[in-house]
């Protein structure tokens, strides 16, 4: 393999890895596995939303579910299309960070997880006592 023009080796596709870790701790894909985790973490809440509404039959709850899960996907083809968009700015040294993304996903997660716990005691209340 041939050395590139900014010190690390490739075959010039945009998704090789440099030779050199652009931080000692591995904050880079530290913060990329963590968007993973929450992503996988928002798939399987949809999930178990979507197994209870079909045990309760309550539609509602099976649409918030099946929108959860396609947001977590969403979040995990992210995350991924993220990690690898970053290594052109730590490869010039620019500054990395996305504030506007993390407050988004932030909201959207809380959001998805207040309406579940809401329809939750909601068809408790009204159909599970007694």
Same mark, same amino acid.
């Given at each position: 393999?041939?050395?590139?023009?900014?010190?690390?080796?490739?075959?010039?596709?945009?998704?090789?890895? =440099? %030779?050199?870790?652009? %931080? +000692?701790?591995?904050?880079?894909?530290?913060?990329?596995?963590?968007?993973?985790?929450? *992503?996988? /973490?928002?798939?399987?809440?949809?999930?178990?939303? +979507?197994?209870? *509404?079909?045990? %309760?039959?309550?539609?509602?709850? /099976?649409? !918030?579910?099946? !929108?959860?899960?396609? *947001?977590?996907?969403? +979040?995990?083809?992210?995350? *991924?299309?993220?990690?690898?968009?970053?290594?052109? =700015?730590?490869?010039?040294? %620019? /500054?990395?960070?996305? =504030?506007?993304?993390?407050?988004?996903?932030?909201?959207?997660? +809380?959001?998805?997880?207040?309406?579940?716990?809401?329809? !939750?005691?909601?068809?408790?209340?009204?159909?599970?006592?007694?």
């Amino acid at each position: 393999m041939s050395q590139g023009p900014h010190g690390w080796r490739g075959r010039g596709v945009a998704t090789d890895r =440099p %030779d050199r870790n652009f %931080d +000692v701790g591995l904050q880079h894909e530290r913060t990329a596995l963590a968007w993973e985790r929450t *992503a996988i /973490a928002m798939m399987v809440a949809g999930v178990l939303l +979507v197994r209870y *509404a079909v045990e %309760d039959a309550v539609a509602l709850v /099976a649409v !918030a579910g099946m !929108a959860e899960i396609v *947001a977590g996907g969403a +979040v995990l083809l992210w995350s *991924a299309w993220h990690y690898e968009e970053l290594h052109g =700015p730590l490869r010039r040294g %620019d /500054a990395v960070v996305h =504030p506007r993304a993390t407050r988004w996903i932030g909201l959207t997660t +809380v959001c998805f997880v207040g309406a579940a716990l809401v329809l !939750a005691v909601i068809n408790t209340v009204a159909g599970g006592v007694g």
